[in-house]
């Protein structure tokens, strides 16, 4: 029985094509909505009532993503409110780490064209909000943005000196660390 002929048994298909999009990223491969269609055992024609084309899939997938990330960098910030923003920084590179392809898709050319899908555009100016709020100041979260997403894409580009075992958390916490209490 081909794709087509199965019968729709979705109780949410839109979620379904998400799950199967990221489960396409997460393996390295290209994400287009006949694949996802496959992989959520529906027809293409079936993907497309949900998502007028890959962008749209692609930044549902990205909201998904910037939704986790902020849960991340808030769950840090809540476990060492003293160090806010640190604990944030810290969380922003091992979600990119843990989660690349994600990372690279959430912070890619999608981005740049966020005012054409209205809910990954709120998503991420959020995500940018809280970061600000930490900060105090728009210059300052753009500064130590900066800091971390470039050190995130050393390192996941292998181009940051990891020390001799190799340990990315060593070289985070080495680069941002904890202030101590008189520093």
Do not use: Q
């Amino acid at each position: 029985m081909s794709t087509s002929e199965k019968p729709y048994h979705h109780g949410d298909l839109r979620a379904a094509l998400i799950d199967a999009a990221e489960t396409l990223l997460d393996a390295g491969g290209d994400i287009s909505l006949r694949e996802a269609a496959r992989l959520a055992g529906v027809s293409p024609t079936a993907a497309y009532r949900h998502f007028a084309d890959k962008d749209a899939l692609l930044a549902a997938l990205a909201v998904r993503g910037f939704r986790e990330f902020g849960a991340a960098l808030n769950e840090a910030a809540a476990r060492d409110p003293a160090h806010e923003l640190v604990a944030r920084g810290r969380a922003y590179i091992r979600f990119a780490l843990a989660r690349p392809g994600r990372f690279r898709l959430m912070f890619g050319p999608l981005l740049s064209r966020a005012a054409d899908h209205p809910e990954l555009h709120e998503t991420s100016r959020r995500t940018f909000a809280a970061l600000e709020s930490a900060a105090g100041d728009k210059d300052e979260a753009l500064r130590r943005w900066g800091l971390v997403h470039g050190l995130a894409h050393l390192l996941l580009d292998g181009a940051a000196g990891l020390d001799e075992a190799g340990d990315p958390d060593a070289l985070i916490d080495r680069l941002i660390p904890v202030p101590t209490a008189g520093a």
